[in-house]
Nanobody
Framework: QVQLVESGGGLAHPGGSLRLSCAAS????????MGWFRQTPGKEREFVAS????????YYADSVKGRFTISRDNAKKTVYLQMNSLKPEDTAVYYC???????????????????WGQGTQVTVSS
């Protein structure tokens, strides 16, 4: 069992930055692919970024490529999402995810994710 707790959301101006963190419980964190997804009202949850268990493989949605960076610290059982050059369309609830699949497979589907965090609100507005 893995429990995920996100933090770091809030309000940012367009062009600004935020760093999200996701702290995990349990001893098996290091074996899981981790990811970030986001959701706005009335829309389906969408993939943002994923990272393999060893941090060597990452995938990004085209909409965030070059602006967001996912990373992980297995010793701290934490995954991060550094968000730069934020845009109003990045406004959403951001969810941390953990799954035993590959980073590539996580990028392809939201339907089989094992564990979700409770979400943290990110608002980008002037």
């Amino acid at each position: 069992q893995v429990q995920l707790v996100e933090s770091g959301g809030g309000l940012a101006h367009p062009g600004g930055s935020l760093r999200l963190s996701c702290a995990a419980s349990g001893d098996t964190f290091r074996f899981y692919t981790m990811g970030w997804f986001r959701q706005t009202p009335g829309k389906e949850r969408e993939f943002v970024a994923s990272i393999s268990w060893n941090g060597r493989i990452t995938y990004y949605a085209d909409s965030v490529k070059g602006r967001f960076t996912i990373s992980r610290d297995n010793a701290k059982k934490t995954v991060y999402l550094q968000m730069n050059s934020l845009k109003p369309e990045d406004t959403a609830v951001y969810y941390c995810a953990a799954d035993g699949t590959t980073a590539q497979a996580m990028a392809a589907s939201t339907s089989d994710i094992e564990y979700w965090g409770q979400g943290t609100q990110v608002t980008v507005s002037s």
